[in-house]
């Protein structure tokens, strides 16, 4: 019987610029061993930099929207992994029932930055290499084999 794939669901505050990017990397880097997810608290538009940092890197946002974190309420999805992205999400959103596992990685918000380009490259970037790291990390502990999909069958 084959193991079901890990589910992540990426939140933050406007499902606009970091849980996006993280949905679309983790989908770059692991699609075969995750299903990948966003989600804001008040969702808004995607923000223009943000598709085009990830197009900068070959990643198609096609059909991509902003999601409410209430589409995934009341149980109709269960998550192995929250990562919360954003502090003001971490701070105003305390208890998610529907996930196995919160996780806590705050990026600054690109969309409050001067240099707003090379802050969501920076942002971009910072990501990446979280979700590159994690994903060493559940190699190391035999989670998930290096190619990104799950280490064994049950």
Request: hydrophobic fraction near 35%; aromatic fraction near 12%.
């Amino acid at each position: 019987m084959r193991k079901r794939k890990p589910s992540v669901l990426f939140l933050c505050s406007h499902n606009s610029a970091r849980s996006q990017m993280a949905e679309a990397l983790l989908r770059h880097y692991a699609a075969t061993g995750f299903d990948a997810y966003s989600a804001g608290l008040h969702p808004s538009e995607i923000n223009p930099f943000t598709r085009q940092v990830l197009s900068e890197i070959g990643l198609d946002m096609e059909g991509q929207y902003a999601k409410s974190l209430l589409e995934y309420w009341g149980g109709k999805h269960h998550f192995t992994y929250l990562v919360v992205v954003c502090d003001r999400a971490e701070q105003d959103c305390p208890l998610f029932p529907f996930s196995t596992y919160r996780l806590y990685w705050p990026f600054e918000d690109p969309s409050t930055g001067q240099q707003k380009l090379e802050t969501f490259r920076k942002v971009r970037d910072q990501i990446a290499a979280s979700i590159r790291d994690w994903l060493r990390e559940l190699e190391n502990q035999g989670l998930i084999a290096r190619n990104g999909t799950l280490a064994a069958e049950v």
